[in-house]
């Protein structure tokens, strides 16, 4: 009988809390209560695979993402990165570390610089740590997601959202990173282009053996893109496995409600291809 090796963690969080200042009731004197957004909780991501993060509005999941590629320090806690724990390390500590923590945002136009062409985006982050820089790298990178070596020349208002996703993608992977944190990037799309994002990201984490974090509302795009899942509400975690595991059998109410609330529609894996 042979028996499946679970994969390491490349990510393992322990006891992570993070807290906010409340503005609305700061007193007159004195500092302002806090808000906590998580709450002590422990989790692994494993490496080389895709774990979803899914929860309701204010459940912390994009604070957690954020926190993994340490865009946000932590109260306490551990967030060991291979080993590093990288919670309340230095930007200076921090550096030698950021082209292994990369990040793909939801709104491409908000974070791509609309001064510079296509090519020189990709380029920028590729000069700054080492990693070539050349136009001819940063095309490179566009046809790994493919796109035409002729968008290098285009500025990203000359793109139509999903083309300026995948611009963002080819940002990220130009970089060869070992995580990638994904947040809502395809909530803004329309379904066609929803798919073939998710296609691509599904291929290049496997292609590339990345291991992926995608935060995403939309539970039939986690069942079908996603290996392992975590499930939030209000900063704690409620559900976590093997998406079919987790999908099957849901242990919180949090989860059956989520799950009873997005319809599931019947889809094969055809609709990734």
């Known amino acids: 009988m042979t028996t499946t090796t679970p994969n390491k963690p490349l990510f393992s969080v322990r006891n992570l809390r993070l807290s906010f200042p409340d503005r609305a009731h700061k007193p007159l004197i004195g500092a302002a209560p806090r808000i906590e957004v998580l709450k002590g909780f422990s989790i692994d991501i494993p490496d080389g695979k895709i774990t979803g993060i899914v929860g309701e509005s204010g459940s912390g999941k994009s604070t957690l993402g954020r926190v993994l590629v340490r865009l946000l320090e932590p109260d306490s806690g551990e967030v060991l990165f291979d080993g590093t724990d990288i919670a309340h390390l230095s930007e200076d500590a921090l550096r030698p570390l950021r082209r292994d923590l990369q990040m793909i945002f939801q709104d491409p136009m908000s974070s791509l ?57 080819a940002r990220a992977i130009a970089l060869e990173p070992r995580f990638i944190l994904a947040d809502e990037i395809v909530s803004g799309l329309d379904v066609s282009s929803q798919a073939q ?77």
């Open 113 to 169: 610089n609309p001064r510079h062409k296509v090519w020189r985006i990709i380029a920028q982050p590729m000069k700054r740590y080492g990693r070539g820089g050349t136009k001819e790298d940063a095309i490179t990178a566009l046809t790994k997601v493919g796109l035409p070596a002729a968008f290098g020349d285009r500025y990203p208002h000359e793109l139509s959202g999903g083309q300026r996703q995948r611009v963002g993608i």
């Open 197 to 273: 994002v998710l296609s691509l990201l599904k291929d290049l984490a496997r292609d590339m053996g990345l291991t992926v974090a995608f935060i995403s509302h939309d539970l039939s795009v986690i069942r079908h893109l996603c290996d392992e899942v975590i499930v939030l509400n209000h900063g704690e975690i409620v559900d976590q496995g093997p998406v079919e595991q987790v999908f099957e059998a849901p242990k919180s109410d949090i989860t059956k409600s989520l799950l009873g609330a997005i319809p599931l529609p019947e889809l094969d894996d055809a609709w990734f291809d």
